[in-house]
């Protein structure tokens, strides 16, 4: 499964080259206004958000800061995207607090590699993961679904946080198994009693774990009927 990306640029163009190139790698949502981009906002999980700076409505930069503010905002890294690669424009994005400015001029191949970096980064250091209506805080240990505290065993959590971090790519069955019962042989049954009783407390959860047989988990994003 891809990552989600957004990117918001309000020309036409910009959106389809850049798409085109982007969906080698993730699922690339486009708006070509920041104001349909923030109406949908939070329907998604993003992992990065690209933001492209001279727009007519709303310029990239006040976008940024009302991302910033959003309550779906998940903490995910947020690039500017940009012809304009003077001095002032550089200066400014990384000011606010921009993780990369991508001049539209690099190649595909270095423009996904870049973007691809910052998601590893935050996806490794990151303290509070957050996916639509769910909120695992890994400092306090607790999970919390629709702003409620989940009563999840130990277990649970380590098995929600290791499918969450991972996310959009396979938990194998080895790799659960050292990094949450740090054993070397679980029965599977045991595995998946555990992921049995997690999905049904992530029961209005957006997203659940699905087991693939021989080969691993990883998050699914629930069908809406």
């Given at each position: ?43 998604s999980s993003y992992v990065t958000i ?176």
């Open positions: 499964m891809k990552a989600e990306v957004a990117y918001i640029d309000d020309n036409y163009l910009n959106l389809e080259c850049i798409k085109t190139v982007l969906n080698q790698e993730f699922v690339v949502q486009t708006f070509q206004k920041p104001e349909s981009f923030l109406q949908k906002f939070g329907v690209l933001v492209d700076i001279h727009m007519p409505t709303m310029d990239g930069f006040s976008l940024y800061e009302k991302i910033l503010e959003h309550p779906n905002y998940n903490g995910c890294p947020i690039l500017f995207i940009s012809s304009d690669v003077s001095d002032q424009a550089r200066i400014k994005s990384f000011v606010l607090g921009a993780v990369d400015f991508l001049d539209r001029s690099i190649s595909p191949d270095e423009m996904i590699a870049r973007i691809r970096s910052k998601i590893l980064f935050y996806q490794k250091h990151r303290s509070i993961i957050e996916f639509t209506n769910l909120k695992v805080n890994l400092t306090l240990l607790k999970a919390y679904l629709n702003n409620k505290e989940l009563p999840l065993t130990f277990i649970e959590f380590k098995i929600l946080c290791l499918v969450m971090r991972n996310y959009p790519d396979l938990v194998t069955k080895k790799d659960l198994i050292e990094h949450v019962w740090r054993s070397d042989h679980v029965l599977d049954a045991t595995i998946y009693t555990h992921i049995s009783n997690l999905n049904s407390k992530l029961g209005e959860w957006d997203f659940e774990i699905n087991g693939l047989k021989l080969k691993g988990f990883h998050l699914m994003k629930k069908e809406t009927v």
